[in-house]
């Protein structure tokens, strides 16, 4: 499955690397000072502790306790290393989440671009899917009801993680090498450089709220001597830092800062926390692979404000005529009750955008 927290770090910071007040993406930052094996370490460790972006990044991280302290025996603990880290990628995160639009950008550079040239193919739609996404069974389908409402030959290519990564610049290759539409993407706001561009969304979905108490029915109705566990670096993640933030010291709950929705989860589980809050369809996913989850529930995010976000597919901004006549696509197919059937038949977590 798609490390969903480092790939929203690195959109967001796409902006980064091309505005202000940061000047260089965060992949380059964080490689640059401090190696790539570090790099590493901060999409990996589900126990790390981290700060939250902007000037307040470490003075949090000395209020909100980390994950459960290490057993005697355990071995030596790491954690300054990965809370500098950390702290260093939500703030870039948060810094660049909240500052203004992507300004202009060039495409990557790719060697020998010329060898590619455009591809031919005018009676086929070639759309990529990443076999880590946990909508992938969805997409399967959403990818073959747009070629087909184009009267076009369906092409699927299925990627994962050794044949793209989380890299934007990496998409270019991509695109230019076997891709028109790439499925999957969350619609971020300003998130993406501008030789990119997204359709319209063929769904809208949300993080969700769960917990294995039977009582609480709702954020409000958790004490707050227990912790919250939030998948760092994800948009929802960035707004439960900031909701944290302005809520007097006092009536805070703790969060707990986790490596992937999966890990959230286990930990759940293990009572080390007491809600998750994670991505609907990683939760979806992760239910039907393994029966140790059924027994959780979701439960109102009140007081959280809501974490919907839409999704849908990106291409190459110069494609403008494909992406025109793929909005009409997905609009009809939304029109029609296609996007919808498409989800019931999956009992998937998701509506389709209207």
């Not at 990529?128 to 290519?157: F, H, N, S, V, W």
């Not at 707004?239 to 007097?248: E, G, I, K, S, T």
Request: hydrophobic letters at 40%; a positive charge; charged letters at 20%.
């Amino acid at each position: 499955m798609r490390p969903e927290s480092v790939f929203e770090i690195r959109l967001l910071a796409a902006r980064a690397a091309i505005s202000p007040p940061t000047q260089i993406g965060f992949g380059r930052f964080v490689r640059g000072v401090f190696g790539t094996t570090a790099f590493d370490a901060v999409a990996s460790s589900p126990s790390s502790p981290s700060g939250e972006g902007g000037t307040w990044a470490l003075s949090l991280w000395q209020r909100t306790p980390p994950c459960p302290s290490r057993r005697r025996g355990d071995k030596k603990d790491v954690r300054p290393v990965h809370q500098l880290l950390q702290a260093a990628a939500i703030a870039i995160a948060a810094n660049t989440f909240c500052s203004g639009p992507v300004l202009a950008q060039d495409t990557p550079y790719v060697p020998d671009e010329w060898k590619y040239g455009r591809r031919q193919a005018g009676s086929t739609l070639q759309y990529c899917l990443d076999t880590r996404d946990p909508d992938l069974p969805i997409a399967r389908k959403i990818g073959q009801a747009i070629a087909q409402a184009l009267l076009l030959e369906p092409k699927p290519r299925e990627l994962g993680q050794d044949s793209v990564g989380e890299d934007l610049d990496n998409l270019y290759r991509v695109f230019l090498e076997s891709c028109d539409v790439y499925l999957g993407f969350k619609l971020i706001p300003d998130a993406y450089p501008q030789w990119l561009a997204v359709t319209r969304p063929y769904y809208r979905t949300s993080y969700v709220l769960l917990t294995a108490n039977t009582q609480w029915n709702s954020l409000a109705d958790m004490p707050r001597t227990q912790a919250i566990g939030a998948t760092i670096g994800t948009s929802a993640d960035i707004r439960l830092v900031q909701y944290l933030q302005a809520l007097p010291t006092d009536d805070r709950w703790s969060r707990f800062p986790m490596g992937s929705d999966e890990l959230a989860l286990r930990a759940l589980l293990r009572n080390s926390i007491g809600v998750a809050l994670v991505w609907g369809p990683s939760f979806w996913a992760l239910r039907k692979s393994d029966s140790a989850f059924a027994k959780l529930r979701i439960i109102s995010s009140k007081p959280l404000p809501d974490s919907a976000v839409d999704v849908g597919a990106m291409l190459l901004t110069r494609e403008s005529f494909l992406r025109s006549n793929v909005d009409q696509a997905i609009a009809s197919l939304t029109t029609d009750g296609t996007i919808q059937s498409i989800l019931d038949s999956e009992k998937f977590p998701a509506a389709p955008v209207k």
